[in-house]
């Protein structure tokens, strides 16, 4: 959350990624830093765990959704 507000601040167009496991830790601590409404894309969790092919599939499956997040 923190590179978010950072690239925001710079005027640099950004959207916050992670696993579900983090969507209530991810809204605390944007509203702790002064954002009420983040652009957000939460992806299953675990990452960790996950094959290379697995993971390029979950990256291709998040994809729409990022784009829309930096564009909307």
């Known amino acids: 959350m ?3 507000v950072t ?3 710079a005027g640099v167009v950004a959207a916050f990624v992670a696993s579900v496991e983090f ?9 702790a ?6 652009p ?10 996950r094959t290379d ?3 390029h599939a979950l ?3 998040a994809l729409p959704a ?6 909307g």
């Open 2 to 4: 923190h590179d978010f």
């Open 7 to 9: 690239l925001e601040s």
């Open 23 to 31: 969507v209530v830790a991810a809204r605390t601590q944007s509203n």
């Open 33 to 38: 830093l002064g954002y009420a409404t983040v």
């Open 40 to 49: 957000s894309v939460f992806v299953p969790h675990p990452i960790q765990d």
């Open 53 to 55: 092919a697995e993971l």
């Open 59 to 61: 990256a291709d499956g």
């Open 66 to 71: 990022i784009l829309a997040a930096v564009t």
